[in-house]
């Protein structure tokens, strides 16, 4: 059995289209690496968003081969688990336009 995400390979047109909405890419990542298979983070993600995916685009999504998503914050509103933003190996982001901060 794959685990969530095996299947979803970043393609050249998938990085061209979020390279046209996304610039000044910032991670900051933590990791706890307690003895045994599992490890846990946290990371953070700061980058400028040019635009807002339209209607019919497809959503700004970040990678995430984790496990799972413990909680997770746009712009310093958390917004929960029950959104459902991972998915398939992806933090979807198709709901920014209602978190984005003006």
Do not use: C, H, W
């Not at 299947?7 to 910032?26: G, I, K, M």
């Not at 081969?65 to 979807?92: H, P, Q, W």
Request: charged letters at 25%; zero cysteines.
């Amino acid at each position: 059995m794959k685990s969530g995400g095996e299947d979803n390979q970043l393609t050249q047109v998938q990085a061209q289209y979020r390279a046209e909405l996304v610039s000044d890419v910032e991670y900051e990542v933590s990791l706890s690496l307690p003895k045994g298979p599992m490890y846990f983070g946290k990371t953070i993600v700061k980058f400028n968003l040019s635009r807002v995916p339209k209607a019919g685009e497809p959503p700004l999504f970040i990678d995430y081969f984790g496990a799972d998503v413990a909680n997770l914050s746009i712009n310093g509103k958390d917004v929960g688990k029950e959104t459902n933003y991972y998915r398939n190996g992806m933090i979807v982001l198709d709901q920014t336009d209602k978190l984005i901060v003006g």
